[in-house]
């Protein structure tokens, strides 16, 4: 089924629209201590070559040794994924030459993955739900990384990388435009970062994407794809992808045709550009690695895994929905991660739901970005934003003074109950006190009163608005209104 909404993700050529195809490859690096094969540490920005054993440095006669640890992380993350977890599968090697690889092969799965088929629910560029279908997931090893900036006539190599275990996450081709994969890739990130499998630092490399690209007919028979390398931010896949789509629809109606090739993406100029075409399956002489036995798992290993995992984000979002009255749009927003939930359930305790997390993403979410402040060195604790609510909620201070005393907490970190103590901004409710200043603004405008009297209906808002000056802010605007009416009758 079509509806004009979908078509917005059309690229509109001279013979007419041109749908975009994508599917996405992610690496994925597990949170693990130690690398795939070898006892070496994982850990992110050591001196070069720090991290090396034999194994990874390939000395001949070392044998790898399967990490548990990345092969339950593995488990963990295809049944977050509502994936197939397959009780047989095996390391192949992957058979290429380049420098950063010193055994000449990567040991990868080809046929026999150990995750199969899955799905994962994502926000499509119309905000509604959409089902993306994985292929699979396999487990492989990371190569080391050349330097050619360090010297003038040599280039180096690093090894702390090489070896560390990588789940490549391979979507199926259901992805329609760049805002769909971009909400793909942050819900990934999102799932795994819950269930601790990837910490999902794109900047660290992490976590990044290859991306598969096609254009065809709306609803046509698939194109050719071609395939974008190593994006490691949300904002280049998207770039990359609409540039990719866009330079296909060009060539196909200028009559040339899509060769099949590997393209890297310039952040610089926002382009692709050829790098190599592409190579097929074939061209790797994959076979099974004779160093390791298949892989096989059993029921109870499994089971036991899924019986461990923690909530996920989608039924985060349902209970978030149910338990706090939030809309699913605003659920969303605290899902996508785990410390926004933390935050959100700590404040949210007895207090209206719906209040507090209007405070927290548009207040405090804006403040935050106004000063350039991560959400972890965030000045306002739970506790004070839940005091703050609870201030407003019992009519203590109203929601304009609340906002003053927002920005004092955000600044000084102090108590809510505190600030409105020492400035003295306590609303006031009491009849008696507001009837003090509804008499002098009446007694200083005189003229205003005439022409109100005489049918000039519009001048009310004028008088509220001063009464509220004279208050500094602190009547409650309700009985201002009320006495305001019943004294300019
Ligand atoms: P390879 O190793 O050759 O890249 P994979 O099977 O690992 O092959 O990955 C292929 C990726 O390309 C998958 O994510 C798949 O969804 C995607 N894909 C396949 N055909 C197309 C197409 N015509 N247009 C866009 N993406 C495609
Ligand atoms: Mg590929």
Not at 151 to 166: C, E, M, Q, W, Y
Request: proline residues 4%; charged residues 25%.
């Amino acid at each position: 089924m079509t509806n004009a909404n979908e078509n917005s993700n059309y690229i509109s050529g001279k013979t007419g629209d041109w749908e975009i195809v994508i599917g996405l490859e992610i690496h994925a690096q597990v949170l693990s201590s130690s690398k795939l094969f070898s006892g070496a540490s994982t850990e992110f920005g050591k001196d070069p070559n720090h991290n090396v054993s034999l194994v990874d440095a390939a000395m001949p006669g070392m044998l790898p040794v399967i990490n548990q640890t990345c092969i339950k992380q593995a488990i963990k993350s295809g049944i977050a994924l509502n994936a197939e977890i397959n009780k047989y599968s095996v390391f192949d090697r992957k058979n290429y030459f380049y420098a950063d690889l010193p055994q000449g092969y990567q040991i990868s799965q080809y046929k026999y993955p150990i995750v199969g088929e899955g799905s994962l629910q994502i926000t499509d560029a119309n905000g509604e739900d959409k089902v993306i279908g994985i292929e699979r997931i396999h487990l492989e090893q990371d190569a080391g990384k050349s330097l050619h900036d360090q010297h003038p006539s040599k280039s180096f190599i690093d090894l702390n990388r090489t070896g560390v275990a990588l789940m490549e996450i391979v979507s199926k081709p259901d992805l329609r435009s760049p805002e769909e994969a971009a909400s793909y890739v942050k819900k990934i990130r999102t799932v795994l970062r819950y269930i601790e499998t990837c910490d999902g630092n794109m900047e660290q490399g992490s976590l990044r994407a290859d991306c598969n690209v096609s254009v065809r007919k709306p609803n046509g028979n698939l194109g050719t794809r071609c395939e974008i390398k190593n994006l490691n931010s949300i904002k280049f896949i998207s770039q990359a992808i609409q540039y990719e789509a866009e330079r296909q629809v060009e060539i196909i109606e200028n009559g040339g045709v899509i060769d099949q090739e590997t393209r890297l993406f310039d952040t610089s100029t926002g382009e692709t550009r050829s790098m190599r075409s592409k190579e097929d399956a074939h061209d790797y002489r994959y076979f099974p690695d004779p160093d390791l036995l298949p892989l096989e798992l059993s029921d109870s290993q499994i089971s036991e895994i899924r019986s461990d995992m923690p909530e996920l984000p989608d039924q985060l979002v349902q209970r978030l929905i149910s338990e706090y009255g939030i809309t699913k749009y605003d659920a969303n927003v605290i899902a996508e991660e785990k410390e926004y939930v933390h935050y959100y359930e700590n404040s949210a305790k007895n207090r209206d739901g719906k209040l507090v997390v209007n405070w927290m993403t548009s207040e405090l979410f804006g403040l935050l970005k106004k000063n350039n402040i991560q959400f972890n060195q965030n000045p306002i604790s739970p506790n004070y934003l839940n005091e703050l609510v609870e201030l407003i909620e019992n009519k203590t201070i109203s929601g304009k003074i609340a906002k003053d005393v927002f920005e004092i907490m955000f600044a000084t970190s102090k108590s809510p109950k505190m600030i409105v103590k020492e400035k003295g901004l306590e609303q006031v409710t009491d009849d008696s006190a507001i009837e003090v200043f509804v008499d002098q603004v009446i007694n200083e405008n005189n003229d205003k009163v005439k022409e109100y009297l005489s049918g000039k209906d519009k001048l009310f808002g004028f008088f509220v608005g001063q009464v509220m000056k004279v208050s500094q802010g602190k009547a409650n605007p309700g009985l201002v209104n009320k006495i305001l009416k019943s004294k300019l009758k």
